[in-house]
C-alpha cells in the first residue's frame, strides 16, 4: 500500500496486515487499528453518509478518530471541528460546508440547525460490524482555521495532501508509540494521527479532562516513543512535575517560532532524543523539518528541499506543494494561492549569516514611533535569560509614541523576597534584552506573571492592551 498516496483512511487500514497497534485517548477508551476499520460507531443511519457533507462536532478525540476512518471514502466532504469551536459557529460552518449530517456526542448540537439531522453518538463503544460503504469516493477534508477573531476560514484538503509529507515505515525497524499534545481536529494532531495511522504504529492522545502533568504520567507508562506540540505546549511540560516521565527518542515542535531556548531546555531533559521542529500551517501544509538543533533555517534549504517550493517575498514565506490546500471554503472567500500557486504564509523571514530566522506574524507587529517590533523576536531573546520559563509580548497605548512594547514574563523561580528581588531581575532582564535589541524593541515595562494563557491551538493567547 503506497502510505504517501492513500486511496482512503479506511482501505489503508483495511488492507494492512497489522493492525493490532493501538490509539488510546485518555485512561479508558482505547482500540485497535484493527478494530476501528473492522466495526463502526455509526449506527444505521449510517447509510446517510454516502455522498454527504459531515460535521464531526465531539468532545470526545476517540469518537473523532473513529468517526474519520468511517467517513473517509464514503462522504463527499467531512468538517473537523475542533472542541472548542464556539456553538454560535456551529451554524456558520455547517451552512459554508453545505452540511447535511452532523455526528456529534454534544447533546446540544441535535437542535442547532433546523435542516441538518444529527447522528448522536452517545458512547464511546465501537460497533463489531461496519456499514455497507458502497463505491469509494475521494473526499474533501475541511479544516477550520485558528484565527483568535471572527468565524473561522474552511480550508480545503484531501487525504493525499494531508498525507503527503508521511513516508513509508519499513516494519523491521524498531516499535514506535506517537504521542501529541494536540488535538486530531486542529492541523498539528491531524498529521500526528495520520501518520500513526497510515505506518501502523500506536498513538496515544490527550483526554479532554487530562492536565498536562497525568497525560504525561500517562505517556511514560505507555512507552511513547515520539511526542510532538508546539513550544508553549513544551514549556508548560518543562514547568510540570511529570516531565521526566516520558523519555522520548523524538520530539517534534511545530506551530509557533522555535526560539533557541526551548530547543536547548528540551535538549537538556531529554539528551537521548532528537529535537526536531517543523514548518507547517493549516493552508501550507507540511514544508519542511530542521533536525540540526539551531532555531531557524538553513537559507539553501529554499530551493533544494524536495517536493516543495519555497520563495521570500515581501519578506513572508511562500510556499507551493501537492501538500498545500486547494482552497478556502464558503462564499466570499478570499484566495488561498497566488496565480502561481503558492500560498503567502504571512510569516516573516530575516536572513542573517546564511541563514534564515522566523521573526514573528506579518500581521502582529507592534508599532513604537513608526518602527515595527515583531512580538516573538523579543521573546526569544527574554526566554534566553536564565531566570525566564516563557514570556509574552504585547502592546500598550503610549501618547508619545503610540505603543509601548510590554513583556509579562514567568519566571523559573520566585525571585528574592521583597520588591528589590524582584527589581534586581526586572533590571537583568531588561540588561538582557539591550545587548541583544535594538532601542525600540527593548521592554519599557516588564510583568512577572505566575502564567500565560494558552490556547485550545497550543498556542500563546495574544491581545493587545
Not at 520530539?251 to 514548518?279: M, T
Not at 530542521?290 to 528541499?305: K, L, Q, R, W, Y
Not at 517575498?313 to 511562500?318: A, D, H, K, S, Y
Amino acid at each position: 500500500m503506497p502510505r504517501n498516496n492513500p486511496t482512503s483512511l479506511w482501505s489503508s487500514l483495511a488492507s494492512a496486515g497489522n493492525l493490532s497497534s493501538r490509539i488510546a485517548v485518555g485512561a479508558g477508551a482505547s482500540a485497535s487499528w484493527g478494530e476501528l476499520a473492522a466495526g463502526s460507531v455509526l449506527d444505521d443511519r449510517a447509510v446517510k453518509l454516502h455522498g454527504s457533507s459531515v460535521l464531526v462536532v465531539t468532545v470526545d478525540q476517540f469518537l473523532a478518530a473513529a468517526a474519520l476512518i468511517q467517513l473517509d471514502g464514503v462522504a463527499r466532504r467531512i468538517v473537523l471541528c475542533p472542541p472548542d469551536l464556539p456553538l454560535e459557529h456551529v451554524a456558520f460552518v455547517a451552512d459554508s460546508a453545505g452540511t447535511d449530517l452532523v455526528v456529534t456526542d454534544r447533546i446540544a448540537l441535535e437542535s442547532i440547525h433546523p435542516r441538518v439531522e444529527c447522528i448522536v453518538l452517545r458512547e464511546g463503544q465501537i460497533r463489531p460490524e461496519s456499514f455497507d460503504r458502497g463505491p469509494q469516493i475521494e473526499t474533501e477534508w475541511i479544516l477550520l482555521t485558528s484565527g483568535t477573531t471572527g468565524v473561522p476560514k474552511l480550508v480545503v484538503h484531501t487525504l493525499a495532501s494531508l498525507a503527503g509529507a508521511i513516508e513509508h515505515r519499513d516494519a523491521l525497524l524498531p516499535p514506535v508509540v506517537w504521542s501529541t499534545f494536540y488535538d486530531i481536529r486542529r492541523y498539528g494532531g491531524l498529521q500526528i494521527f495520520l501518520r500513526a495511522a497510515l505506518t501502523g504504529t500506536s498513538l496515544v492522545l490527550k483526554g479532554a479532562l487530562e492536565s498536562t502533568a497525568e497525560f504525561l504520567a500517562r505517556a511514560g507508562a505507555s512507552g511513547v516513543t515520539h511526542i510532538s506540540g508546539t513550544p508553549s505546549h513544551w514549556r508548560h511540560a518543562l514547568m510540570s512535575s511529570s516531565e521526566g516521565l516520558i523519555a522520548p527518542q523524538y520530539v517534534r515542535l511545530s506551530g509557533e517560532i522555535a526560539d533557541q531556548a526551548i530547543l536547548n531546555h528540551l535538549r537538556q531533559q531529554y539528551s537521548r532524543a532528537r529535537i526536531a521542529h517543523a514548518f507547517a500551517s493549516t493552508e501550507a501544509g507540511v514544508a519542511f523539518v530542521v533536525n540540526d538543533g539551531s532555531m531557524g533555517f538553513p537559507a539553501e534549504m529554499i530551493g533544494s528541499t524536495p517536493d516543495v517550493d519555497m520563495k521570500v517575498e515581501g519578506f513572508t514565506l511562500r510556499i507551493r506543494s501537492r501538500r498545500t490546500a486547494s482552497r478556502y471554503l464558503g462564499e466570499n472567500s478570499p484566495n488561498l494561492r497566488d496565480a502561481d500557486g503558492f500560498v503567502d504564509t504571512g510569516d516573516a523571514l530575516e536572513l542573517r549569516d546564511g541563514r534564515f530566522f522566523f521573526v514573528g506574524r506579518q500581521d502582529g507587529t507592534i508599532n513604537v514611533g513608526g518602527l515595527k517590533v515583531h512580538p516573538e523576536e523579543v521573546e526569544a531573546v527574554i526566554n534566553r535569560h536564565p531566570g525566564v520559563s516563557m514570556s509574552l509580548v504585547r502592546t500598550k497605548k503610549s501618547p508619545i509614541t503610540g505603543a509601548l512594547v510590554v513583556a509579562d514574563v514567568v519566571l523559573r523561580t520566585a525571585p528574592h523576597t521583597g520588591e528589590g528581588g524582584a527589581q534586581s531581575l526586572q533590571h537583568d532582564i531588561l540588561q538582557f534584552c539591550r545587548g541583544e535589541l535594538a532601542r525600540h524593541k527593548v521592554p519599557a515595562i516588564i510583568n512577572f506573571v505566575p502564567a500565560l494563557a494558552v490556547a485550545e491551538t497550543g498556542k500563546l493567547v495574544r491581545r493587545h492592551a
